[in-house]
Structure formats: structure tokens, C-alpha cells
């Protein structure tokens, strides 16, 4: 059982969805996601979400989301890549847990990205990976608590998260 929520940021395609869904296994915890809780909400693909109605409505509707799950009993949380640049976002995630970042190095990422499935790649380029990466990093950075190396393959890294919630969430 958690004291307080925790979220994951990092970027596409870094692993927050998938070390968070596996930690919160081992640990016995509730995970959800935002980006799917917003394309449940929506009843729309994330990337139809962006096409019909753009990033800002998306942004919106991921702060809206995020406002609800503070609001339920503590969980696991991943984030969509681009919540962390929206100041709110980081304030009331702030106000509600802990912040973990999960760093994986560019050149993983871009070995495999499926840059179809992400909506703010226009392009779906290696380029538009690359830019995007350098302009969210920052982010992440500056709001993290904690940093966790997924550089060494699933199984490591979701050890290394649910042992890291463990210790910075649990009783």
C-alpha cells in the first residue's frame, strides 16, 4: 500500500508504461496511465485525440485526468511524455507524491520506437525523436525526485523501480 501517488515521467518510448505495469505487479499496487485514461475518456486513440483536436485540448484533458487520479486512493502513475511541461501538471504532481524519472538513453529509445504510435512526432522521424527528447529533457530534470537508469533491459529495470517505490513510497 502507497502513502502518496507515483508518477513516472520520461520520454516515449523510455519505459514508464512498461517497468511501471510490471512494478506495480510485483508490488501488488494499482497502475494506471494517463495517456489511457484520457483515451478512454475520449473514446479515441491518442493520436486521433491530437489529429481531430490538437496538443492543447490533449494537454488540457491530461491535466483534467491527472486532477482524478490525485483524487483516488495512492497509485502507480505513468505519464504521458509531454505532462511534465505543463507547470500545473508538475505542481499538483508535486503536491501528491513522489516524481521518478525513468532515463533511458536516446540511443535505445530511437533503436526502437514505434514513431507511428507517437502523436507529437509530425513526421515520425528519427529527427523529430531527437527533438523532442531535447526539448522535454529539461522537464524531467527539473522535476524529478528521483532518476532511475533503464539502460539495462526490462527485467533490471523493473526490479530497480519497484525496489526504488518500495523505499521512497511505501509504509
Do not use: W
Amino acid at each position: 500500500m502507497l502513502r502518496m501517488h507515483v508518477f513516472l515521467i520520461g520520454m516515449s518510448g523510455g519505459g514508464k508504461t512498461s517497468l511501471g505495469r510490471k512494478a506495480a505487479s510485483i508490488l501488488n499496487l494499482r497502475f494506471v496511465d494517463t495517456d489511457q485514461l484520457v483515451s478512454n475518456m475520449m473514446g479515441m486513440s491518442v493520436n486521433d485525440i491530437y489529429e481531430t483536436f490538437g496538443e492543447d485540448f490533449f494537454r488540457n484533458a491530461e491535466t483534467g485526468v491527472l486532477m482524478e487520479v490525485v483524487s483516488q486512493e495512492p497509485c502507480l502513475v505513468s505519464t504521458g511524455g509531454g505532462l511534465p511541461t505543463m507547470k500545473e501538471n508538475v505542481l499538483i504532481m508535486q503536491n501528491h507524491g513522489v516524481i521518478i524519472h525513468i532515463d533511458r538513453p536516446l540511443d535505445q529509445i530511437l533503436s526502437d520506437i514505434k514513431t507511428d504510435r507517437r502523436p507529437t512526432l509530425k513526421d515520425g522521424s528519427r529527427e523529430d525523436v531527437i527533438l523532442e527528447y531535447n526539448k522535454h529533457i529539461g522537464f524531467y530534470h527539473a522535476c524529478a525526485d528521483y532518476t532511475l537508469d533503464n539502460s539495462y533491459g526490462f527485467v533490471l529495470g523493473a526490479s530497480r523501480l519497484a525496489e526504488m517505490i518500495e523505499q521512497v513510497a511505501s509504509g
